[in-house]
C-alpha cells in the first residue's frame, strides 16, 4: 500500500500577528494501491470534507515517517 497526503491551495490562514497569510493546508492522508484507491480512502475517512468546497487538491506520496514539528526560527 502507498501513503499520500491530500493537501489544497484553496483558502488561507492567520500567522501569530493575525496577519492573513496565503498557504497550503493539509486536508488529511490516504492509503491505497494506487492515488485513485487513496484518494477514495481520503474521502471515506475524512467525508466531513464533502461538505466544504475545495477546488484544487494536490496528492503528495509519501514513504516512512515524517517529522510534524518544526519550527521556522530557532528559539
Known amino acids: 500500500m502507498k501513503n499520500y ?7 488561507f490562514t492567520y500567522d501569530n500577528s493575525q496577519r492573513e497569510i496565503h ?8 492509503r ?7 484518494f477514495k480512502d481520503f474521502k471515506h475517512n475524512q467525508s466531513h470534507l464533502l461538505e466544504y468546497n475545495f ?10 515517517d515524517f ?3 518544526l519550527e521556522l526560527t530557532p528559539k
Open 5 to 11: 497526503l491530500f493537501l489544497t491551495k484553496d483558502g
Open 23 to 30: 498557504n497550503i493546508q493539509l486536508l488529511g492522508t490516504g
Open 32 to 38: 491505497g494501491d494506487n492515488i485513485i484507491e487513496a
Open 55 to 64: 477546488n484544487d487538491i494536490i496528492a503528495v506520496e509519501y514513504i516512512g
Open 67 to 69: 517529522i510534524t514539528s
